[in-house]
């Protein structure tokens, strides 16, 4: 027993060492990524089930580590979250989705919006606000092509200062959805509070929409609900014909997921829209 428990604390000291490891290494390559321009963002179409067209894209960051290679977020998110770097990390990227919003604006495709994911650190120790108009001023996309992809529990943050930026952000016009809608803990009293745009929901309810009965209510009761609310509702995760078929027959209004296409770089999603054309 007492050998067993040596082999257990020493299980336990080299874990956390290699823990420990990976995570300096991590935040390290984060600071070297941000300087060596190793980032960059794929674009996933959403469709407008009314029309079939393509109404805008989500930005999705992805990493190409020298060594590693390609990092997908859930890889290093957590990590720039509890150093910070998310905030330069997350400017980066609401810089770089807007200036591909606008370029592709210029080059001719058809409207879009363009959706980007924003954590709740960008909002604790950045100005997102501030840092949403800078980027919006520099590259000169309308207000209102942009949109803010929040997490539930971002909102429960229930700060003056979360509160105050949020409404400026509104008031200048960049559109509000809520992230993986369903899956948080919060009350739904933030839909009246924040002025929300659009509820996404999540990808674990439209997986087995067509099998599991709780799932189909649940879609069916969030949809409703948006609509009564005057919110828009787009659901991701929709990787076959039966999936959208369900989402349709429900009154969804937009989609997104490998149906359609996965995340493309941004050449590759400019000819997907020609293709379309
Ligand atoms: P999310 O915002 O919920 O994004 C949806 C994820 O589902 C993406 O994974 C996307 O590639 C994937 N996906 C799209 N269509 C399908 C489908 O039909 N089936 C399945 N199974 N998956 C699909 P990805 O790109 O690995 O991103 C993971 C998460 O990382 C995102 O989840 C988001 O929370 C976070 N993330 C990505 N980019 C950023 C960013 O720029 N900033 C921040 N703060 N978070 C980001
Ligand atoms: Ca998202
Ligand atoms: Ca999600
Ligand atoms: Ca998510």
């Not at 894209?57 to 979250?81: C, D, K, V, Y």
Request: proline content about 3%.
């Amino acid at each position: 027993a007492k050998e067993s428990g040596r082999n257990t604390a020493r299980f336990f000291t080299e874990k956390l060492n290699n823990d420990s490891l990976y995570y300096l290494n991590i935040a390290y390559g984060l600071r070297e990524a941000l300087a060596q321009q190793q980032f960059e963002l794929h674009y996933q179409p959403q469709i407008s089930l009314r029309t079939g067209q393509v109404i805008g894209a989500e930005a999705l960051i992805r990493w190409h580590h020298p060594q590693n290679g390609m990092q997908s977020p859930a890889q290093f998110i957590t990590i720039a979250e509890q150093t910070g770097l998310i905030v330069e990390i997350g400017q980066w990227v609401i810089e770089e989705a807007c200036r591909q919003a606008r370029e592709w604006q210029k080059a001719g495709l058809p409207p879009l919006s363009i959706a980007v994911n924003v954590s709740a650190v960008q909002f604790r120790r950045g100005n997102l606000d501030k840092l949403v108009m800078k980027a919006l001023e520099k590259t000169g996309l309308e207000p209102h092509r942009l949109e803010l992809e929040l997490t539930e529990s971002l909102l429960l943050e229930d700060i003056d200062h979360l509160i105050a930026q949020l409404d400026t952000l509104k008031k200048l016009g960049v559109q509000l959805a809520i992230d993986d809608f369903g899956t948080g803990y919060s009350s739904l009293a933030y839909l009246k509070k924040f002025n929300i745009d659009r509820l996404k929901i999540d990808q674990s309810f439209v997986r087995d929409i067509n099998n599991d009965p709780n799932d189909a209510a649940i879609v069916r009761a969030i949809v409703q609900m948006a609509h009564t609310l005057n919110l828009a509702v787009i659901a991701e995760g929709v990787e076959d014909e039966a999936m959208l078929k369900h989402l349709r027959e429900t009154g969804c209004d937009e989609v997104q997921g490998y149906l359609f296409s996965k995340p493309l770089s941004a050449t590759a999603f400019a000819t997907f829209m020609q293709s379309r054309l």
